[in-house]
Every structure is written in structure tokens, then in C-alpha cells.
Nanobody
Framework: VQLVESGGGLVQAGGSLRLSCAAS????????MGWYRQAPGKQRELVAN???????NYADSVKGRFTISRVNAKNTVYLQMNSLKPEDTAVYYC?????????WGQGTQVTVSS
């Protein structure tokens, strides 16, 4: 499975961005997809994930501001980010998981200016 992310960029605090992650390859085996982020000097952390039953899980820091969604027909998962804060600045990575393996995308930079 290959993952290609897009949609990052520079935005002012309070603004919005939508990230996309398109999966290709043996996608039938995927049972969950998610977004993680890593800020400079910090560990990679979960932002949100969603399983095949469309059940989503969010980090407390983004609840009420970010929404993860998945369009199976397009093999794509989205992360709608609203009310962005400077502390949301990070490289955002898409992750696909299946039984026995997982894989990452290349990452996309999100920078929120104050």
C-alpha cells in the first residue's frame, strides 16, 4: 500500500486546512487509517483515526476542531482542520493499518502563524 498526502500549507491562526491521503495498492486489506503529527523536538502523536466501520477517534487537543472522514470509493481519508492554532504546527503523516502491518505516507507540513 502506498499513501500520498496533500493539502498542507501555511495558514493564519483561526484558519482552516483540509488534508487528503490517497491510498493505492492492496487497499482491500486496510482496516483503519489515521493522521498523526510530529512537531520539531517532539514525538509523533495521534491526531485522529477512523476504522472500516467509520468510527473515529480524536486526540483531546483537536476534538471539536478537526474532523476525519473516509471515502472508500476514492480510497481516500481526509482531515478537515478548523480553528487552527500555532500549536497545531507540525508535519502531518497519514497511516494505514491492517492485520500484521502498517505503513506511513511521506508527510505534509502544516504551519499555523499567530
Amino acid at each position: 500500500v502506498q499513501l500520498v498526502e496533500s493539502g498542507g500549507g501555511l495558514v493564519q491562526a483561526g484558519g482552516s486546512l483540509r488534508l487528503s491521503c490517497a491510498a493505492s495498492g492492496s487497499i482491500f486489506s486496510i482496516n483503519g487509517m489515521g493522521w498523526y503529527r510530529q512537531a520539531p523536538g517532539k514525538q509523533r502523536e495521534l491526531v485522529a483515526n477512523i476504522n472500516n466501520g467509520a468510527i473515529a477517534n480524536y486526540a483531546d487537543s483537536v476534538k471539536g476542531r478537526f474532523t476525519i472522514s473516509r471515502v472508500n470509493a476514492k480510497n481516500t481519508v481526509y482531515l478537515q482542520m478548523n480553528s487552527l492554532k500555532p500549536e497545531d504546527t507540525a508535519v502531518y503523516y497519514c497511516k494505514a493499518s491492517a492485520v500484521g502491518w502498517f505503513t506511513w505516507g511521506q508527510g505534509t507540513q502544516v504551519t499555523v502563524s499567530s
